[in-house]
């Protein structure tokens, strides 16, 4: 602590520094110009600063001699840094007009952990999904070197070989497990899982442009082509799920052949053509005729 009588200034050690302004009095009790400086440019201990080139911000803790301790809570470092007070007095740092914030503790943290989370619980699902998924491909994969795929000009899946009915099983393996309440144009719908409604997307990454197919992911189940005349399709999706219809077993729709295929069929499926709205003509009112009377 020091104390001023005069023109002069005590100091803590004893000694007295004659014509010392009280203004040059640091946090060390010691003369300091430069912190006295600083201080008239409104810095203070306490205040939260950012220097203006980097936005590094923080709170002034010291001011000393020629150096100004910063808790440094955003940039580089974070912790105590010392800079100069020729930045503060060169104008690279400002004051940060900030509210402090209140304190916020969360005391039970059971209530937000994995086991309550909603979040979590849908993505260890999907990873069954995926995992019921994979499992059932590896069941079925003698098929999939039974059936050919074409790109261009148009996309088509084309069986190899004979087979029986219902020997054909194609399963709709994805990347995109998805929580809707609204079956997507494409989707396959697995109803409702722990509650929540899912459905596999329509997955099909090609080769790039120079015909590369390191990347690619061609699962022939998206690629068959669909038809509106029930008599020529000869595949479909079964079982078939609402979103709403529970399948706490994670039964899994596949595309199976419903009538005998022979080598080189193309494979279609049947889907019910939506009915285009039919456009009614507005009726138009007859304007109403004014009537005149006589003598008018």
């Known amino acids: 602590m020091s104390t001023q009588f005069g023109s002069a200034v005590t100091l803590t050690s004893g000694s ?14 010691k ?17 939260a600063v950012m220097r203006k080139q980097d936005k590094i911000k923080g709170t002034i803790e010291a001011m000393a001699g020629d150096k100004i301790t910063i808790n440094v809570d955003d940039g580089p470092i974070t912790g105590r840094a010392h ?15 900030t509210k402090p914030e209140p304190p916020l503790e969360v005391l039970d943290c059971s209530l937000y952990s994995a086991l309550a989370s909603e979040e979590f619980k849908i993505c260890v699902t999907k990873g069954q999904i995926f995992k019921t998924l994979l499992d059932m491909e590896e069941k079925h994969k003698r098929v999939l ?6 790109l ?15 020997k054909l099983c194609l399963v709709p393996c994805s990347t995109k497990i998805e929580t809707r309440d ?58 078939q799920f609402d979103l709403a219809t529970n399948n706490p077993n994670f039964t899994i729709p596949v595309m199976r052949n419903i009538k005998e295929l022979a080598a080189n069929d193309v494979l279609l499926r049947y889907v019910q053509k939506d009915k285009p709205e039919v456009q009614v003509e507005p009726l138009v009112p007859e304007p109403k005729r004014r009537r005149i009377g006589k003598g008018s």
């Open 145 to 150: 070197a039974c059936v050919k795929m074409t």
């Open 152 to 166: 261009k000009p148009h996309r088509d899946v084309i069986a190899l070989k004979a087979f029986p009915v219902g």
């Open 16 to 29: 007295t520094c004659p014509n010392a302004r009280i203004r040059d009095v640091d946090d060390d009790g």
């Open 182 to 239: 609204k079956l997507a144009a494409g989707s396959v719908s697995l109803g409702t899982i722990n509650g929540t409604m899912f459905q596999v997307g329509s997955c099909f990454v090609g080769p790039d442009k120079d015909q590369n197919f390191d990347k690619a992911f061609l699962q022939p189940f998206w690629s068959v082509r669909v038809t509106h005349d029930p008599d020529k399709a000869n595949v479909s999706i079964e079982p």
């Open 83 to 97: 800079v100069s007070t020729e930045g503060f007095r060169k104008g690279q740092w400002k004051i940060l007009k």
């Open 31 to 47: 003369v300091s110009e430069e912190v006295s400086l600083v201080r008239e440019l409104g810095f203070e201990v306490g205040q």
